[in-house]
């Protein structure tokens, strides 16, 4: 698939929803998950906003891997779906780093301002690889899986197709 239809795709299923699901690894190995408002880059970075004492905060803080799943939650079943999974590292945003995210997070969400979230920090969250669904572009039962180059551009790695029985 052409980096350029599947860089294209990536960004419509993260302007999809401006919510996310994060999952963080918690002591002992258990999943958690988490429910945030995230923006995103143009190189596929997603930023949120976080209590550091929250639970999810905590885990990043002790284990950096993470996943995102972003989808539409008005879609209805039967009707065509769609979504995107991220894999990779989250990390709470410093200096620069969290300048440039708390900009991208703002522009998302023009009614944000940090004096009236100060406990919260910025996150970002990087990922290394994707995957997407989206019935009505790919058909159906059709998932891409994506690598995310160190030059934070796609790169084809395989497509799954699934059938009905």
Known sequence: MAVTR???IAHELLDASTLCA???????DQAHIN???FAWSPQLDLVWISE???KHSA???ANDSAAVAIYDSSQSWGKPDRGIQLFGTARKAEGSAADDAETVYAKRFPDYRRHDLSAYLVYLFRPRRLKMFDERTLGTGVFVTAT???KRQLAWERTEIYHSA
Not at 22 to 28: N, R
Request: no cysteine; aromatic share 4%; glycine share 4%.
């Open 6 to 8: 599947m860089t294209a």
């Open 22 to 28: 994060i999952a963080t690894v918690a002591p002992g």
């Open 148 to 150: 995310v180059t160190a």
């Open 35 to 37: 429910t945030a408002y």
């Open 59 to 61: 885990n990043i803080r």
């Open 52 to 54: 550091p004492r929250a």
